[in-house]
């Protein structure tokens, strides 16, 4: 059993969701708290370009609900692509909350801000480097899955391994480390989404660490007595 596992960017509501492994994801998972750190639903794409919810997204939803009837802590942090949902922000049920950003502190005292992480850096919501990333990413994610499945080639991958995929990754990174240590000096580390780049690593005194996403890495970050490690399922 975990103590605590972050996800993040799942996007129901879109088949940029790899739908199928996040089911068998969530029905073997055994956690005493789960933080689903923004983007689990899509409802910009819903919206904008007319995605379909299906039978098996909600079948991943009844899912989260068995864990927090089982006992489990659901924290859900909203994220920009549900951004129609931050009326709800604050609302409490039991062992279930939404909120827009969150505290989490381990068994070993440590302090981490869980946030989604699309407020916080250049690359952030509302600006046009933000656009200009969504646009392409959109018209990438339906091409790179084909030619995954028919060539066994990621042009997600491939392009997020390039020099200036890399350098947009650790620019992101950087930022969203520099506004958690001018938050507070009592945070240990951040714990984001967004980007779709499971990854941990630190900064000074300070660890970044991301979930990536269920989209094309299918990943997590899984925490057991205060020690953190990416999970790639």
Not at 19 to 28: D, Q
Request: hydrophobic share 35%; aromatic share 16%.
């Amino acid at each position: 059993m975990f103590n605590s596992v972050f996800i993040s960017d799942v996007h129901l509501g879109t088949n940029r969701c790899d739908t199928h492994k996040f089911l068998k994801f969530l029905k073997e998972l055994d956690t005493k708290k789960l933080v689903m750190v923004g983007d689990i639903f899509d409802i910009a794409c819903m919206e904008h370009y007319g995605t379909r919810w299906r039978r098996e997204h909600t079948e991943c939803i009844h899912q989260i609900f068995n864990l927090a009837k089982k006992g489990t802590e659901i924290v859900y942090i909203l994220g920009n692509h549900e951004s129609q949902l931050r009326r709800y922000s604050g609302f409490i049920h039991h062992n279930f909350s939404i909120v827009d950003e969150y505290d989490h502190i381990d068994a070993k005292g440590n302090k981490f801000l869980c946030v989604h992480g699309d407020k916080y850096s250049e690359y952030s919501s509302g600006s046009w480097k933000q656009l200009i990333f969504n646009k392409g990413y959109e018209i990438i994610s339906p091409l790179s899955f084909w030619l995954e499945r028919f060539f066994r080639f990621s042009l997600v991958y491939f392009l997020k391994n390039s020099i200036r995929g890399k350098n947009y990754i650790n620019q992101y990174e950087t930022d969203i480390a520099s506004y958690c240590s001018k938050k507070s000096s009592e945070y240990s580390g951040i714990i984001v989404g967004h980007i779709h780049n499971g990854n941990i690593r630190n900064f000074d005194e300070l660890t970044y660490m991301c979930c990536g996403d269920w989209c094309d890495t299918c990943s997590a970050i899984v925490e057991k007595n205060g020690m953190y490690s990416l999970y790639t399922y």
